[in-house]
């Protein structure tokens, strides 16, 4: 399983963009980047999933440079509903599919 | 329902009692699998079945937890003699991919929240 390293935490204030980056060293050729976002009392909810480049979606962009050994996050003009750990994962379907490594994530704290 | 359901919801046990944690996953979902939680860190890979098919239990803590799906869509994680340690979130998830498919997104339910004193 390829491992992930992320900051522990990051704090920002209500209108701007975050950036949270992903360390990813040994990803493999056929390994997807996914993000989650955590809750307090909530299970880990999906947000973007890419393979290489950019991916963007209604909630937020994924940027993947060639190498592919980092990702970042970008959350556009975040609220203080945004406050919560965010989680990137590396992994790939079969029966690795749910065998994924969270690590600790990213406590993000968005203040008024 | 339309997401991954879980019961109890919270439940606090004695220790050395047994008990059983409910999933009921998306409709339709092939792979389900399960997760523990302790506070303050991130999920933990436990189990992961494929219909009923039990395909990975690497991840389970020792033989006093065991996980069944037996139909292929509801299932139960029970943990016999539970210890102090053993208190932590129980995450659930499903996904409408199987083996093969490319890329991982996985759902998640609300968790057990299992106390043990």
């Known amino acids: 399983l390829a491992k992930t390293t992320q900051p522990i935490s990051m704090d920002s204030y209500e209108g701007q963009e975050v950036n949270i980056t992903c360390s990813h060293n040994n990803i493999a050729t056929n390994d997807y980047i996914t993000w989650y976002q955590q809750f307090p009392s909530q299970g880990p909810r999906f947000i973007i999933q890419g393979y290489k480049t950019k991916v963007t979606n209604e909630v937020a962009s994924l940027f993947i440079p060639a190498d592919r050994k980092s990702s970042t996050l970008s959350l556009p003009r975040v609220s203080l509903s945004d406050t919560a750990v965010y989680y990137c994962l590396v992994g790939k379907g079969g029966s690795t599919l749910g065998r994924l490594y969270f690590g600790r994530g990213t406590q993000l704290t968005v203040w008024p | 329902g339309a997401g991954v359901s879980q019961s109890p919801r919270y439940k606090v046990a004695k220790r050395g009692q047994d008990v059983a944690l409910r999933c009921d996953p998306i409709?339709?979902?092939?792979?389900l699998f399960w997760y523990q939680q302790a506070l303050g860190q991130g999920p933990e890979f436990l189990t992961y079945?494929?219909?009923?098919?039990?395909?990975?239990k690497s991840g389970l803590p020792s033989d006093r937890f065991f996980a069944e799906r037996p139909e292929g869509s509801v299932s139960t994680l029970k943990i016999q003699r539970t210890q102090q340690e053993d208190s932590a979130v129980y995450l659930c998830?499903?996904?409408?991919?199987?083996?093969?498919?490319?890329?991982?997104?996985?759902?998640f339910g609300e968790g057990s929240w299992l106390t043990v004193v």
């Open positions: 409709s339709g979902h092939v792979s």
């Open positions: 079945f494929q219909n009923e098919a039990q395909l990975d």
């Open positions: 998830a499903s996904s409408p991919t199987g083996t093969g498919d490319s890329g991982n997104t996985i759902y």
